[in-house]
């Protein structure tokens, strides 16, 4: 991973010259210490003396069979919010909203990929008279559990709010005087303290709060490994890494080393990884194709932030304040948020800004990884292939997509028979496998346009993609019906299956493992991988080309003309040819 930023511009907030040098970097120091003075001492220390105590266990939890009710995840224990938010008491004051009628703002739900996972009501996602405890006269059977790392610093970019950093840095080097005052009057003692990709303190809380929070409800399942360890896996990103690592304590408590197998996935390209599966897509990595939303995000950001962009440049001399320095702005505080624990540039925006920022993430995700990106099913297609392999207990026939048939032929790294799968992956996959499985029902109110957020859509990446968001794939035997049932749960509300060919509709999101099955089996046969991943082709950009479905143009479209697909031929990327598979 990219080290941190350990710079040496320190400031010393205004003077009385008017020259502001405030800090744009960490101070150089990372704990742990390098060589600690008594980390020799380590024979004083051992982590077991004996001496334990009575040990017996009790059964295992089963919560989502046995309790009356299930429980609600608020999502940011130990976050502080602003104090205000715009210049005005912030809405999060539940006594204020109450007076008003108005419902009671929450700043953490608005912040898209970056928000703090947190309980989605089922009534959310179209199905109000269910909840994720199994329905009266079902018991769970199994579960496949797909998840989200936890909270992380900024991705390595120069864009963003590194770009922030950057500027104040270049100017301290060329000696530009800059002074802040007001609502900005933080930033004369501000340094930047973010690193980039790694896992927060707070993230590191998330997965082993999501780990306890999944043994309790699903416990019981463990009961099944009589003769074998449960494995997980996760990919080799530091932060993928961390985030099984603090999950696995988790869930099976400490020491977890010899409770369960951990199966690390190379996320580097030229290998495949279905949790990482851009890295073997070439499309994936060009940016007409993979990075659409650019288009609709410039857009809407000049749009809804101009006003703020307007009223903050009043409190600041010698530093031009335009809608995307604003919209920067707005990142610092999500992310300071989730690093730090209470970010000062939260109090900027006011709640309508703190909307337009949800909805800018919205775009970004929708046009890029979901259902309007033309590259978003082919790379949930391998996911579903070990799924379907999964389900059926029969291992995948055909490797042509992002499978990896060195780890998936091989029962061991790859079981068939678990009651019980854990996969950690990144917000995206997560989306493009909503896209691939063709849950449509997110997919009702899109395209999204870039002038306006629309009264109601269905596509909200806060309560999808969010910090450590969770998928559970519910397989339950009920009395009623003679086939097992799957259903699945999204940050615990259950989505209608209705998208998915013959599920049929039903208000607790049931649908017969079979036709589940028979349905993905259809999308993969239909998804051509290599045409998606390797096809010359391009779309226009902008509203020149729209798709809700995440699928690539197909070869008619390419040679049809007016269809808003730039002609093409076919590639013969060596990468999409003779790749790991």
């Not at 678990?418 to 917000?427: F, G, K, P, R």
Request: hydrophobic letters at 35%; aromatic letters at 12%; a negative charge.
């Amino acid at each position: 991973m990219p080290p941190s930023y350990n710079g040496t511009c320190r400031g010393s907030g205004s003077s009385s010259s008017g020259t502001n040098m405030a800090a744009v970097a960490p101070t150089g120091f990372h704990f742990p210490p390098a060589s600690p003075t008594n980390g020799q001492h380590t024979t004083y220390f051992p982590s077991n003396i004996g001496y334990a105590g009575p040990t017996p266990t009790g059964n295992e939890a089963a919560l989502v069979q046995t309790a009356p009710a299930y429980p609600v995840h608020t999502g940011a224990p130990n976050l502080v919010g602003p104090e205000s938010i715009g210049g005005a008491k912030s809405g999060n004051d539940v006594s204020a909203a109450s007076l008003t009628g108005k419902k009671p703002f929450d700043i953490f739900k608005n912040w898209g990929n970056l928000s703090p996972w947190y309980s989605v009501p089922s009534s959310t996602f179209g199905l109000p008279d269910t909840s994720a405890e199994a329905p009266e006269g079902c018991r769970v059977v199994g579960l496949h559990f797909l998840h989200r790392h936890g909270a992380r610093y900024p991705t390595s970019s120069k864009e963003g709010p590194e770009k922030f950093k950057d500027q104040l840095e270049e100017m301290a080097k060329q000696g530009k005087k800059w002074k802040a005052k007001g609502s900005l009057e933080f930033l004369n003692t501000w340094e930047y303290a973010l690193g980039n990709e790694l896992l927060t303190p707070f993230g590191r809380q998330q997965m082993y709060d999501l780990g306890i929070n999944l043994r309790i409800k699903y416990g019981f399942l463990l009961n099944n490994f009589t003769d074998a360890l449960p494995v997980f896996r996760t990919e080799s990103q530091d932060r993928m890494l961390h985030s099984a690592a603090n999950f696995a304590i988790g869930f099976f408590g400490y020491p977890h080393e010899e409770q369960y197998l951990n199966s690390i996935t190379y996320e580097t390209p030229s290998v495949n990884n279905t949790l990482a599966p851009y890295m073997t897509c070439p499309n994936a990595n060009d940016w007409p194709k993979a990075r659409r939303a650019r288009y609709y995000i410039n857009e809407w950001v000049s749009r809804y932030l101009k006003g703020a962009a307007k009223r903050l440049q009043k409190d600041v001399d010698g530093i031009d304040i335009g809608p995307f320095e604003a919209y920067n702005f707005q990142q610092l505080c999500a992310y300071e948020t989730v690093a730090l624990g209470y970010s000062k540039f939260c109090e900027l925006f006011t709640e309508e800004e703190w909307e337009g920022f949800e909805y800018a993430m919205d775009l970004w995700f929708w046009y890029d990884s979901a259902f309007g990106s033309p590259v978003a099913r082919i790379q949930g297609l391998g996911y579903l292939q070990e799924m379907v392999a999964r389900l059926t207990h029969t291992p995948i026939a055909t490797h042509n997509s992002t499978t990896n048939s060195t780890l998936d032929d091989n029962p061991i790294t790859f079981p068939l028979n678990q009651a019980l799968y854990v996969d950690a992956t990144h917000e995206v996959v997560v989306l493009n496998i909503i896209t691939a499985l063709n849950l449509s029902n997110f997919a009702e109110t899109g395209p999204l346009p870039y002038d306006h957020i629309p009264e109601k859509r269905s596509f909200v990446t806060s309560q999808l993609a969010p910090f450590g968001t969770n998928m559970q794939f519910q397989l339950l035997s009920c009395d009623s019906t003679p086939s097992d049932q799957i259903r699945i749960i999204i940050n615990d509300g259950v989505t209608p299956l209705t998208g998915i060919k013959g599920c049929p509709e039903n208000k607790h999101g049931l649908c017969p493992v079979d036709t589940f099955v028979q349905a993905q089996k259809k999308i993969i046969s239909e998804t051509d991988w290599e045409w998606g991943c390797c096809g010359d082709w391009d779309v226009l950009p902008g509203t020149g080309w729209n798709t809700t479905t995440g699928d690539s143009p197909s070869r008619e479209e390419v040679e049809r003309d007016g269809s808003g697909v730039v002609r093409g031929k076919w590639s013969t990327e060596y990468f999409c040819k003779g790749h790991d598979r």
